[in-house]
């Protein structure tokens, strides 16, 4: 029996030992050496000391327990290196963490507004060292002091990137100066609070690239994220706090995201299988589109590529600012109003589609009213410049106003918002006007085209089917389907009628129309091709259809319609009638619009 306690005694002791050595936390009285490391409850993390790269001073640092090679993401005395083996981590009676070198002086130390009875310092298992009362839960609220809240260069999942308003503590990634180096390097990746908050990296006190503000899906100025099956994201923004913060869903999953001493912002996963940390995104400076630096072209005027070459061009009813250095390609000092505004009475907006929306370092926004409040609201006030919707998500809600020149506008065909710019409305109407005929001269390039493919077409089959007369063979089916279903203008009006109209549209066509103005024109040429003159629309009609003040009507099947038998057998009535054959004599009556 007394054996049997005796054995009970001992285990105790082995497991109370090895606990010991496995701790997470650093409790009055304990320090941490040069040598030793505590551990996270879970084994996700450790922290200790270490030297970076080929450095031989001495960090105190939280690395990743189960990846091979030592990847730190945080650093507590990055600008002050010990030089040797020396140093001891401990915590005071008041609950600060001290670093101390051998002549005891504080080499680093932390900041607490407030003290606790009983301070311990806990490594969390989420990465996060934490300071707080050993009789406080894992409460954030009442943590004296959080590493999460002083990041070096590596967000993690639950880290917060942003700002709290109401304290001012804004949390964001700095780079190392190099890979031997932690210090403070040129570099960072912050939400900027000011105005509407964006996502920006800078390279000392210059912005680099601008991420642009939340429109409830994504940054404005960078493509979306895929849904992915490793991560989530938000962005929340009220009273209180401004910060972006993703998860992890699978928290067996190593996931980080990382500002390099280059000033590229990685996304990275620890792959097992190939003992690496892969990328799979990145956000940098160093990028060929110039048309991603900030403010390339100034205010009031718009980046694009043209002949694989990015070039400013001032907005409509902007010019340059100085005429002589815009022809030369210094495009720094941007663009200036053509027109004076006329405020209240005399402005208007002119709608600008799918671009990076400008700069909200001096935007305001209001989340809860709709876009035509916004107008009304951006046209009341002399020093609003431009309006736009805040929130994209569902249709669309809330107010982005600017008051200031509108700067890094870039075209973004596929993931821009539209931006409303005031403009005096003598400026309007002229821009108007030139729109219009600019759309004219476009729909008679269509209608062109259609004839054209037409009259090839149907010289292509007379000649087939006199040779068939001549020779009397039957032809084979696909010459047949050839002559009947694939001539342009059938097609392009069975590409419209399954809704597929996109398929016509040669991209090369006209870059500077936008998606929906081209198929209208479409739309409308289809009306010109119409196989009862009566359907098609007259020149005026057409000139009112193009500025989209006309509803428009679906097209019927367009004439010169070759065989007898419908080649498509779906129920509205204009195809399943009987087609004469004598279209076959083209009737250039077609060329002018009733
Ligand atoms: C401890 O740090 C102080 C301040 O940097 C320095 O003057 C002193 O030499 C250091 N002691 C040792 C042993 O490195
Ligand atoms: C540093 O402080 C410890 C404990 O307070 C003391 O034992 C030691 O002698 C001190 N060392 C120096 C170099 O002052
Ligand atoms: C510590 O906090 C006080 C008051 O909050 C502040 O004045 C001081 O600059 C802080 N020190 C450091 C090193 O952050
Ligand atoms: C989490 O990830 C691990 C490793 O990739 C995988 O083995 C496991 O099945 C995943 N768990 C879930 C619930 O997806
Ligand atoms: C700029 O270039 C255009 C055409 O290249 C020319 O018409 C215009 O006069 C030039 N303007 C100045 C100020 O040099
Ligand atoms: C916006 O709308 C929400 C709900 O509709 C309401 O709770 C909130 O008070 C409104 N905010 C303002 C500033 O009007
Ligand atoms: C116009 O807006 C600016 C910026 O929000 C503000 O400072 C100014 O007072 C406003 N003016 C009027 C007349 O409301």
New binding site residues.
Partial sequence: MEGFMLLIFCSLMVSTVTVAIATDSITLGQSIRDGETIVSAGEGFELGFFSPGKSKSRYVGIWYKKVSTRTVTWVANRDAPISDHSGVLSITQQGTLVL?N???YTVWSTNVSRTAKNPIAVLLETGNLVVKDGNDDNNPDRFLWQSFDHLCDTLLPGMKLGANLVSGLNRFLSSWKSLDDPAEGEFKHMIDPRGVPQLVLYKGSVIQLRAGSWNGLRWTGVPQLKPNPVYTFEFVWNANEAFYRFNIENSSVLSRMVLDPAGVVHRLIWVERTNRWESFSRFSGVTLDQCEKYAFCGAYASCGFKMNSPVCECLEGFIPKFPDEWNFSDWSDGCVRRTKLGCEKGDGFLKHKSVKLPDTRHAWVDKNISLSECEKLCLKNCSCTAYATADIRERGSGCLLWFDGLIDIRELSEIGQDLYIRLASSEIANIERKRQSRKKILVAIIVLSILLATGLLMLGCFLYRRKRKLSNQEAPQSVQIECNNQFYPFQAWRLWIEGRPVELINKSLDNSCALSELLRCIHVGLLCVQQAPEDRPSMSTVVLMLSGERSLPQPKQPGFFTESKPPLSESSSSISKEIPSSTNEITFSLLEPR
Avoid: A, E, I, Y
């Fill in positions: 101390l051998s002549s005891n």
